[in-house]
């Protein structure tokens, strides 16, 4: 079995560990999966059980800077606050950082990154995150690495990560191969300029358990998850299809019940796991009334309460009216 030493070794093979900029800035968008990514075939390299397929959030992501310091330990800035060490996101960065540093002395860094998203929210904070710091170290070394090998690295970090390295649409392709190298993000060429995503934020807490750890006990315990390869391959080929025809309707069909089915998946794990508040089954009703109302609105959950509602340009004035709080993404915006 492969590590993630080991895969990084693969892509870096020559490349330099020896710093080449002092520093830098680097940006990533943050993802929301359409068709979405539930269950691992290799744990420890984030290889998925399907494919799945996202948006890119435009705006909405990570602004990831570093500097080389003269210290004896790194620091880091999150949202303008320090970070110490003890903290789990300060371990979980660094020690994917360490992945990176090769064996010789290496010097330390002040990390800042700035989330233009709550974090932890299920707002897929963790996949601007990774695929950012793959991009900053790309800098920092000099590597000068492919997006598609950045794709590849940033899913060590987390899973959804790999897709967050382009706009638009993108698909990742879950591979067969053991090193994981034919796993990784893959843009699409649909551009669609009146699709809207709008942020409806119910909370933003920390969630009470990790996507990593609640996947983890849906495929193993869920009698559901037996069904869920057949239906992400349903599913995905309707979005597909939907995206080449901009049929919004089919999309968000496609995409909602693709969510609904991911929840329900791990409602029926031992222990049964859900993410759902009152108040998010609450807003589910209220856009199923909507659209028995003729508004195309459709939702989209990741491992969170909130919900992401999926429209077209053309009603964003109704939209707006029922919803004056939420937070409207362009994923297309020059
Ligand atoms: C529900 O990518 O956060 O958002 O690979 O363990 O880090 P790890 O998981 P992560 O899981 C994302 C799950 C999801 C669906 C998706 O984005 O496809």
């Known amino acids: 079995?492969?590590?993630k030493v080991d895969v990084i070794a693969r892509i870096l093979a020559e490349k330099s560990r020896d710093i080449c900029l002092e520093k830098?800035?680097?940006?990533?968008?943050?993802?929301?999966?359409?068709?979405?990514?539930w269950g691992k075939?290799?744990?420890?390299?984030?290889?998925p059980v399907t494919p799945s397929l996202s948006i890119s959030l435009a705006e909405k992501g990570s602004h990831f800077a570093f500097?080389?310091?003269?210290?004896?330990?790194?620091r880091l800035t999150l949202n303008?606050?320090?970070?110490?060490?003890?903290?789990?996101?300060?371990?979980?960065?660094?020690?994917?950082?360490?992945?990176?540093?090769?064996?010789?002395?290496?010097?330390?860094?002040?990390?800042?990154?700035n989330s233009t998203i709550p974090i932890a929210a299920g707002l897929a904070s963790s996949a601007s995150g990774f695929a950012s710091v793959v991009k900053g170290l790309d800098a920092l070394y000099g590597w000068q690495l492919t997006r598609s090998e950045l794709s590849i690295?940033?899913?060590?970090?987390?899973?959804?990560?790999?897709?967050?390295?382009?706009?638009?649409?993108?698909?990742?392709?879950?591979?067969?191969?053991?090193?994981?190298?034919?796993?990784?993000?893959?843009?699409?060429k649909t551009i669609w300029p009146q699709l809207r995503i709008g942020l409806w934020i119910i909370s933003s807490e920390k969630k009470t358990i990790s996507s990593r750890e609640a996947m983890a006990i849906t495929k193993q315990t869920s009698p559901f998850y037996t069904l869920w390869p057949q239906q992400v391959a349903s599913d995905l080929a309707e979005i597909k299809t939907a995206l080449t025809h901009k049929d919004f309707i089919?999309?968000?069909?496609?995409?909602?019940?693709?969510?609904?089915?991911?929840?329900?998946?791990?409602?029926?794990?031992?222990?049964?796991?859900?993410?759902?508040?009152?108040?998010?089954?609450?807003?589910?009703?209220?856009?199923?009334?909507?659209?028995r109302d003729h508004l195309p609105v459709y939702f989209t959950q990741d491992a969170g309460p909130n919900l992401k509602v999926l429209f077209?340009?053309?009603?964003?004035?109704?939209?707006?009216?029922?919803?004056?709080?939420?937070?409207?993404?362009?994923?297309?915006?020059?």
């Open 153 to 188: 690295l940033a899913r060590l970090g987390s899973g959804s990560a790999c897709r967050s390295l382009w706009s638009g649409f993108v698909e990742w392709q879950q591979g067969i191969r053991d090193d994981g190298m034919d796993s990784l993000g893959i843009p699409l």
């Open 1 to 3: 079995m492969l590590n």
């Open 24 to 37: 830098g800035a680097v940006y990533a968008p943050a993802n929301i999966a359409l068709c979405k990514y």
């Open 250 to 291: 089919s999309l968000g069909e496609a995409s909602e019940r693709n969510a609904l089915f991911m929840h329900e998946t791990m409602l029926m794990a031992t222990p049964s796991i859900t993410y759902n508040t009152p108040q998010s089954i609450e807003c589910r009703k209220q856009i199923w009334q909507l659209r």
């Open 41 to 47: 075939r290799d744990a420890q390299l984030n290889l």
């Open 312 to 334: 077209l340009e053309e009603n964003t004035r109704d939209v707006l009216q029922l919803f004056p709080q939420m937070e409207i993404i362009q994923p297309f915006a020059k």
């Open 80 to 113: 303008g606050k320090t970070v110490t060490e003890d903290n789990d996101f300060y371990q979980r960065l660094f020690s994917f950082i360490n992945l990176f540093r090769g064996v010789k002395a290496f010097p330390c860094l002040h990390v800042r990154i």
């Open 67 to 74: 500097e080389v310091i003269d210290a004896d330990k790194d």
